[in-house]
């Protein structure tokens, strides 16, 4: 894997395992943002109001150094880090895995927790779409009308992604670029008159 890409998962995907009794269902979903992570668990804490427990793990950035694992009341580390130790086995980021139980009378022990843990949430990424994704850096092109064509062709040859347009006296493209293409493509931009190319965010 080059330094620029990275895998995810494509959309949610969905997991179940069941051990004497207690039953634990796990979600994954693609995310990009902490916010996200939030909503994520509020809604499955609301839809799933009379479960015990609601543990999860995430893992956001290429880098991978944005991470989290939560055993929400369960034993300390048999349920957040069996979730993590998934994502990071599998290589994913960008995701979240939240694995609800419901207790079936019977105590599992740390060792049963811990493989109950893991194997659902190893069920939900078996049952997830795996994508290859590249880091890009989102740009702003700003250009007087004059030059379209040229920035025109420059889109057309490189083909960067186009996220969004506003054709006016003077003009605006968004962009959205690989990042091993970013400093060739945008030299490009700046050599045409009166081009200004704004560096955004990375994705």
């Not at 992570?37 to 109001?49: D, N, S, T």
């Not at 993590?84 to 022990?109: E, W």
């Not at 927790?113 to 779409?129: F, G, P, V």
């Amino acid at each position: 894997m080059s330094d620029d890409t990275y895998k995810t998962i494509a959309e949610k995907s969905e997991g179940i395992y069941k051990e004497k009794g207690s039953k634990f269902i796990a979600y994954a979903y693609p995310v990009s943002s902490e916010e996200e992570i939030k909503e994520h668990i509020a809604k499955l804490k609301k839809e799933y109001y009379d479960a015990r427990h609601h543990c999860y793990a995430y893992m956001l950035g290429a880098d991978k150094k944005n991470f989290r694992a939560n055993d929400d009341g369960e034993p300390s580390s048999t349920a957040g880090k069996p979730i993590l130790g998934q994502i990071l086995s599998n290589d994913l980021t960008n995701i979240l895995i939240i694995v609800i139980r419901y207790f079936g009378g019977t105590k599992l022990g740390v060792s049963g927790l811990i493989h109950a843990y893991k194997t659902a949430a190893a069920e939900t990424i078996e049952n997830a779409e795996i994508l290859d994704k590249t880091v890009n850096d989102i740009y702003e092109i700003h250009f007087d009308y004059l030059v379209m064509n040229d920035i025109m062709k420059i889109i057309k040859d490189d083909q960067p992604e186009q996220l969004g347009q506003d054709f006016n006296l003077t003009c605006k493209i968004t962009l959205s670029i690989r990042q091993s293409e970013v400093d060739r493509i945008i030299e490009k931009f700046k050599k045409i008159t009166s081009v200004k190319a704004e560096y955004i965010h990375t994705i």
